[in-house]
Structure formats: structure tokens, C-alpha cells
């Protein structure tokens, strides 16, 4: 977790441990970083949108992207889904290396496997599933899996010094190379996954050491955020002794070619990677987003619902929702066929305004991501659909409360909330539901991500789920909120979902006085020596519908002695106010009877006959008073008194 003064949030940066053991050797490389190697993608097949859908095309390599196979003969091996029919067909690699194979509508379906000799080494891919709906392409590279492995307990001393990789390489898995940005003595091992590009977390990676008495010693360590697993202090070590690391990653125990640290002046790294299928279950191909494809019609747009198994639903009611700028919506519906593929045309190109897919399944509402429409291109938007489940024991979450200090004595609490439902259903609870922010949150917004999920109206301390939550993913529901404090923040807030870790992440000068599990510690920085000025707190599981209490104490407040002086001025201003309105000079009885005396006169002058009479009595009585005051002493009227001083 990475923030001082800016908003707090999660990040998780794929490769990032090559890219620390490069850094050394940064200024060698050529602008816009390293490229990947393609023998560590050879044999991978990848769902490619520019490919026609239902087909293949494979690219032989000998070696780099610089060599590529012409002429090479390329088989393709095909299996239907019954296993019942086989066949291999061959296609030649052009000047680029390329061989494509189109017409496998008879084993839709099924799997494909593609095979070539290269310069004598037989190189094949992962198997290919085969639709109707998605094209592939495959690299075969020659020296792919050349690494090695090392089997367990091996005696065997480096039979060679560890390949280091030169210019804009990428080190292969499994095998040890010099790192100048590691401390001598110290290994580095990386867990990584290439099919996702994505670290191994909280993975046991095992160093086994063999000297050359046969003697042998195992140390662990654990994988950190960024896949990383450190081994430091072997510039110790005697001479001559072997080191083979080893995990055990989610394809199986990976182990690294035997290395030795002997006689360098720089620490070692070795990457320990998946490359390969799972080997627990099937592998679901990724779904690809709405995007324009030329083969298809402006103002059409074809929707592709597959179920769990990446197989075509026939009969799922599909509807492309258009929505202005007004909020005025309108719907164009159709239905998939046999093949799951549901095509809607003739959608206007006219006027401005967001379309996004919607589908109905297993009384579930699905929808996709927004698009637009393009006047020289349809789009094809690609959809999954699962069973769904209102079982809460399936889903499982994880929250983090960020909190900073804001101005006006406000807080900011970046939330941070993941969820991931196990099995092969979707959780739906059968209606739209509400997930509210912490109690008194205000100017509440959805962060990034979870806009495709969350849906949020101006002002609402709350935002809703509108759809399945799918199965398989980390699904992220974070937002962001304000609290009002005194220099203490309260955090109320209760679990939607189980959670089974949570976390408070809080700047230096602040602290969590309440809530906090353990005392806090503070995460590494991404080199993983130095720390940054963030203090974490466990605040550990929390079951569905019960609450967090924290406090968060230390927050900065505007000063006190303004605020009791605006007040006091205020005040003062009013009171002299009122003082004055209270001393202001009054006009005497005399002159209010004279002025009266005028107006009545005026309003005489101006009546008719038979409106005089009650207008000449009012007169009457204004001319006895006056009678009257002269009468008097002219002291005795204060008002007169007044005047005559004046």
C-alpha cells in the first residue's frame, strides 16, 4: 500500500520483481523498457480480437521475433469435445513465420494442439479450445523450456555459470542470473504468473543447499506482495556449494537450474514462474470487451453469451440499451441462437449517447461495460453467464479503511473493498442490494473498477449492486467518503459480506485508538529496504451484518481562537445594533398630530360628498389634541422639549 498525501488505495503491479532485478541494468536498455522474451510465451495460446473467430494461427520462431521459421511445416492436432473424432491437418509458415488454419466449424468445441519441428527440437503448445466465437494465435519458439529443473535432492554442482540476460532480455524461469541492484549475498526469488501477468503472493519458496560433501539444507521464505521472496547472509556460504530454489505454485513445484554465488560481487535473482495450464480444473478463456470489428455492419452490434464452460447459451434474451445525455434510454432486443451469438441491427447512428449490453439469465440481470457506436464499424460485445446462488458462506471479502486528514475538519476514508465468490455460481440475492458507507459519510464516489459493478446516485451515502457478483474473480466494490471529526474520526460500519481480513492504514501523526488487533506496522517500499510513512493496523475478520468501531485519533483541526473570535464579533456587531435601534431620535406627539393633520386634509381636498363626514371627525379629534398640547407646559413632551433644544 503505497500513499502519504494523496488518497490511499491498493496497487499491485504485474512483473514488478524483473523489474526490480533489472534496474541494475537499466541504462542499458533501450527506451521504452525490455521486451518479453518469447520463448516464455511459446506454446500459450492467447484469444486474439483481430483473429476471425474459429480460427488459429500459429507462429514459429527460431529463437527471437528476428527469426522467424519460413517454410516450416506446422501440424495442427484436432479432438471434437466427445473425443470420438480426430484429425491433423498441416499448413507451411510464411516469411513471417505464420501458419493459419481456418474451417474447424466440425470440431467447435473441441481442442487443438500445434506442433513443429525447429532445427530438430520439437516444440507444442498448451491445448487451444476451439469456438465458434473466439480466434487464437499460439507462438512456438525454439530453446522454449530449455531451463530445466533440477530434481529434487540433486546432488549436482552448476554444471555452467548461470545465463545472464544480455540487453533488452527478460530472464527465463528457473534460471540464476546476477543482479547488480541486490546486495551481495543476498538472493531474490520471483513468484510469478505469465498467464495473468500477475505476482504470487504468500508462496513458501524453498532453498535447498548441497555442498560438496553432500550435505544438504533447506532454507524458506515467504513470497511478498510483489511475489518476491528474499534469502540474504549466503556471501557466507563455503565454496563450491550448489543452490536450487524451488515453490510450489498453483501448476506444481517449480524448481531453478543449480546455481552458486561463488565469486560474485553482486547478489543473484531467479524467477520461478507458471507458464503452463492449471492443472486443477479448466481454464476459462478471458472475455474479451465490446470493441469494433470491420466485418461487422455499422449499426449492428453481436452479443456472445457463453456459460461457465466458455459454451454457447441458445435462448438468453439480450437487449443493447442506448442512454443519453437526458437520461432518456431506448432498447433494441433479440434473442441468441444455437450458436449463443444474438445480432441486433439497424441502430441508429444518430445523436449522442452510451450503449452497454444486457442479458437475462437464470433470473439474474448481466450487463456489459459501455461502448459506442462507430459510422464505419459494428461491435461485438462478448458476455458470461453462470448459475447464481444466494449462499453468503460462498463469498468472502476483504476490507481496508485509508484515513487522512482533509481541510475544514474533514477526514478522507478511501475504502477499499474486495469481494470473491467461491464455486461456480454467481451470488445474487434476487433483488438490487445496498451497500452503504460508514455511518455520517458524505460526498461519497466510487473509485475506479468498481463502477462496472457499483452504481451510485449524486449525494447518497450508499451505493447498489445491480448485478451478479461472478464467481472465480476478485471483484473490487471500493469507494471514497468524508467523515466530520474534532481532531477524532469514528468509523461505524457494517459487513455486507464475511470478511475475513481487515485492515486501517493511517499517515504518521495519526493513530487508531480503537479497533486495532495488533500493534501497527509499517510496509515495506517497493525496493523492500526503505519504509514509508504509513502505519498498518489489523483489525482483523469481522462476520456478515456485525460492525467495525474504530477511532482514529490525531487529525488536524482549524484553530480554535478564530472560531471564538468570529463569535464574539458577531455578538458585539449585534448588540451595538440593537442599542442603536433602541436610542434612536423619535419624532414628537406634535409633530406626528401635524403630520397627520396634513394627510387628512390632503385626503379631504380629494373626497367626495358623501365620504367628508368620517374624514372631518378624524380632523376633529386631531385639532383637539393639538389644543390640548398647547395648552400645556411644553416641557411636559419630551419629544417637544427636544425640539425646541434643537
Not at 84 to 112: I, M, P, W, Y
Not at 183 to 209: C, F, I, N, S
Not at 605 to 629: H, K, N, S, T
Request: glycine letters at 10%; charged letters at 20%; proline letters at 9%.
Amino acid at each position: 500500500m503505497t500513499a502519504s498525501r494523496r488518497p490511499l488505495r491498493a496497487a499491485a503491479l504485474a512483473f514488478l520483481f524483473v523489474g526490480t532485478c533489472l534496474a541494475g541494468q537499466a541504462s542499458a536498455q533501450p527506451a521504452g523498457g525490455p521486451p518479453i522474451d518469447p520463448r516464455a510465451m511459446s506454446g500459450i495460446p492467447r484469444a486474439d480480437p483481430q483473429t476471425e473467430p474459429g480460427t488459429i494461427t500459429v507462429r514459429a520462431l527460431l529463437g527471437s521475433f528476428s527469426q522467424p521459421a519460413v517454410g516450416v511445416t506446422v501440424e495442427l492436432e484436432l479432438k471434437s469435445q466427445d473425443g470420438s473424432k480426430t484429425e491433423t491437418r498441416t499448413a507451411v509458415a510464411g516469411q513471417d513465420g505464420r501458419a493459419n488454419f481456418t474451417d474447424l466449424a466440425a470440431f467447435h468445441g473441441g481442442t487443438a494442439v500445434a506442433r513443429a519441428d525447429l532445427d530438430g527440437e520439437r516444440q507444442s503448445s498448451q491445448p487451444i479450445a476451439l469456438s465458434p466465437t473466439q480466434g487464437y494465435r499460439v507462438l512456438l519458439v525454439k530453446g522454449a523450456g530449455s531451463s530445466g529443473a533440477a530434481s529434487p535432492g540433486s546432488t549436482a554442482g552448476p554444471a555452467a555459470p548461470p545465463s545472464q540476460p544480455g540487453p533488452g532480455e527478460v530472464p527465463l524461469p528457473g534460471v540464476a542470473f546476477t543482479n547488480p541492484g541486490t546486495p551481495k549475498g543476498t538472493l531474490l526469488v520471483g513468484t510469478l504468473d505469465l498467464r495473468a501477468g500477475t505476482p504470487l503472493e504468500r508462496v513458501k519458496v524453498r532453498l535447498v543447499l548441497t555442498g560438496p560433501d553432500g550435505k544438504v539444507e533447506t532454507r524458506e521464505a515467504i513470497s511478498d506482495g510483489r511475489g518476491t521472496a528474499r534469502f540474504p547472509g549466503l556471501d557466507e556460504l563455503a565454496a563450491n556449494v550448489s543452490l536450487v530454489a524451488e515453490a510450489d505454485l498453483p501448476t506444481g513445484t517449480e524448481r531453478s537450474q543449480p546455481f552458486s554465488l561463488t565469486g560474485k560481487d553482486v547478489g543473484m535473482a531467479v524467477v520461478l514462474a507458471v507458464i503452463g495450464p492449471r492443472t486443477a480444473g479448466p481454464q476459462r478463456r478471458q472475455m474479451m470487451g465490446p470493441r469494433a470489428v470491420p466485418t461487422i455492419l455499422p449499426g449492428s452490434v453481436r452479443v456472445t453469451v457463453v456459460g461457465p464452460d466458455d459454451q454457447p447459451i441458445n435462448g438468453v434474451p439480450v437487449t443493447i440499451v442506448k442512454q443519453d445525455s437526458t437520461g432518456f434510454s431506448k432498447r433494441f432486443e433479440d434473442a441468441t441462437g444455437e450458436d449463443g451469438v444474438a445480432r441486433i441491427a439497424d441502430i441508429p447512428l444518430t445523436g449522442e449517447g452510451l450503449f452497454h449490453a444486457e442479458a437475462s439469465y437464470a433470473g439474474a440481470p448481466w450487463k456489459s461495460s459501455f461502448f459506442t457506436l462507430d459510422e464505419r464499424m459494428g461491435v461485438a460485445v462478448e458476455m458470461r453467464v453462470y448459475p447464481v446462488t444466494t449462499d453468503l458462506t460462498r463469498v468472502r471479502s476483504a476490507v481496508q479503511f485509508g484515513v487522512e486528514s482533509m481541510e475544514n475538519d474533514l477526514a478522507r476514508v478511501d475504502h477499499l473493498f474486495q469481494v470473491y465468490v467461491d464455486g461456480d455460481a454467481a451470488y445474487w440475492p434476487g433483488k438490487p442490494y445496498k451497500l452503504a458507507a460508514a455511518d455520517g459519510a458524505t460526498g461519497l464516489v466510487v473509485r475506479d473498477r468498481a463502477d462496472q459493478v457499483l452504481e451510485h446516485e449524486a449525494e447518497a451515502p450508499f451505493t447498489t449492486v445491480t448485478g451478479p457478483l461472478p464467481p472465480g474473480e476478485l471483484i473490487d466494490l471500493s469507494t471514497a467518503y468524508l467523515l466530520e471529526h474534532d481532531g477524532t474520526a469514528e468509523i461505524h460500519w457494517a459487513a455486507p459480506f464475511p470478511i475475513v481480513d481487515g485492515r486501517a492504514v493511517v499517515v504518521d501523526g495519526l493513530k487508531l485508538t480503537k479497533g486495532a488487533k495488533k500493534p501497527p506496522v509499517k510496509p515495506p517500499h517497493e525496493n523492500g529496504e526503505s519504509r514509508v510513512d504509513l502505519n498498518v493496523y489489523d483489525v482483523g475478520a469481522m462476520p456478515q451484518g456485525q460492525a467495525y468501531d474504530l477511532v482514529v485519533d490525531g487529525l488536524v483541526t482549524r484553530p480554535r481562537t478564530y472560531k471564538w473570535l468570529g463569535l464574539g464579533f458577531g455578538l458585539f456587531v449585534a448588540f451595538a445594533c440593537g442599542l442603536a435601534f433602541a436610542l434612536r431620535p423619535r419624532a414628537s406627539l406634535r409633530e406626528r398630530l401635524l403630520k397627520r393633520k396634513a394627510a387628512l386634509l390632503r385626503k379631504l381636498e380629494a373626497a367626495g360628498p358623501g365620504e367628508r363626514e368620517p374624514i372631518v371627525a378624524a380632523l376633529d379629534q386631531v385639532y383637539c389634541q393639538l389644543d390640548a398640547l398647547d395648552s400645556r407646559p411644553r416641557h411636559a413632551d419630551p419629544g417637544a422639549a427636544w425640539q425646541d433644544k434643537a
